[in-house]
C-alpha cells in the first residue's frame, strides 16, 4: 500500500504560484518503481490530467492547459512529488490530486493509477 498526502494548496491571486508536494510512505521510491501523476478537479467537472512524470524523473508531461506555466519534478530520496505552478488563472482553481501507479512510465489516464491523496484545494482569484 502507498499512502499520498498533498501539502501547499491555498489562495492565491491570479498571475501568483504555488508549489504542491505529495508525500508518498508505504514504499519507497527508491525500491519501487512508481510513475507520479496530478490531476484536479474543478466543482461540477470532471477529474482532469494535469502532469506526471515516469519513475526515473527523466520523461514528464504536461497537460496543453498548463504547458510552459507547471513543472512537475520529484525527488526519489525524499518520496516526494512536486508541482510547480506559475501564472495562475482562476481557470486552475480545483482540487489538485496526487497519484500514484505502479512501473515506470506515466499514464494520463486516471483509471490507470492506483492510489490517491486526499487532495488539495487551489483556488486562484481574479
Known amino acids: 500500500q502507498v499512502q499520498l498526502v498533498e501539502s501547499g494548496g491555498g489562495l492565491v491571486q491570479a498571475g501568483g504560484s504555488l508549489r504542491l508536494s505529495c508525500a508518498a510512505s508505504?514504499?519507497?521510491?527508491?525500491?519501487?518503481?512508481?510513475?507520479m501523476g496530478w490531476f484536479r478537479q474543478a466543482p461540477g467537472k470532471e477529474r482532469e490530467f494535469v502532469a506526471a512524470?515516469?519513475?526515473?524523473?527523466?520523461?514528464?508531461y504536461n497537460a496543453d492547459s498548463v504547458k510552459g506555466r507547471f513543472t512537475i519534478s520529484r525527488d526519489n530520496a525524499k518520496n516526494t512529488v512536486y508541482l510547480q505552478m506559475n501564472s495562475l488563472n482562476p481557470e486552475d482553481t480545483a482540487v489538485y490530486y496526487c497519484?500514484?501507479?505502479?512501473?515506470?512510465?506515466?499514464?494520463?489516464?486516471?483509471?490507470?493509477?492506483?492510489?490517491w491523496g486526499q487532495g488539495t484545494q487551489v483556488t486562484v482569484s481574479s
Open positions: 497519484a500514484a501507479r505502479s512501473g515506470t512510465y506515466y499514464s494520463r489516464l486516471p483509471s490507470e493509477y492506483n492510489y
Open positions: 508505504g514504499r519507497t521510491f527508491s525500491s519501487n518503481a512508481m510513475a
Open positions: 512524470i515516469s519513475w526515473s524523473g527523466s520523461w514528464t
